[in-house]
């Protein structure tokens, strides 16, 4: 069984930052992809950033060049660095990790961006 520790969100106003993290452990033989998805209250989970094993990145339109999305292989831990956020990037953001297991899912973290 895998765990995922998720940390970083907040309440921020609109133009600043955040960085979330999100920690893996457990029963990990090999992590493969790592992502971060969010979710509005009465909206499907989307897509916010991936990263593949061998570093290699895709964001959403709505983010790219404002989110910035990293992995530490030796920590088992990815991060979502979010920078001029705005109120619309407000909801609750899951990491995803993919292990040889399967699809593991974060707890969320709430972001609240204010205008």
């Known amino acids: 069984q895998v765990q995922l520790v998720e940390s970083g969100g907040g309440l921020v106003q609109a133009g600043g930052s955040l960085r979330l993290s999100c920690a893996a452990s457990?029963?990990?033989?090999?992590?493969?992809?790592m992502a971060w998805y969010r979710q509005v209250l009465g909206k499907q989970r989307e897509s916010v950033a991936r990263?593949?094993?061998?570093?290699?990145?895709n964001y959403a339109d709505s983010v790219t060049g404002r989110f910035t999305i990293s992995r530490d292989n030796a920590k088992n831990t990815v991060y979502l660095q979010m920078n001029s956020l705005k109120p619309e990037d407000t909801g609750v953001y899951y990491c995803?990790?993919?292990?040889?297991?399967?699809?593991?899912w974060g707890q969320g973290t709430q972001v609240t961006v204010s205008s």
């Open positions: 995803n990790v993919q292990t040889t297991r399967g699809s593991n």
């Open positions: 457990g029963s990990i033989f090999r992590i493969g992809s």
């Open positions: 990263i593949n094993i061998g570093g290699s990145t």
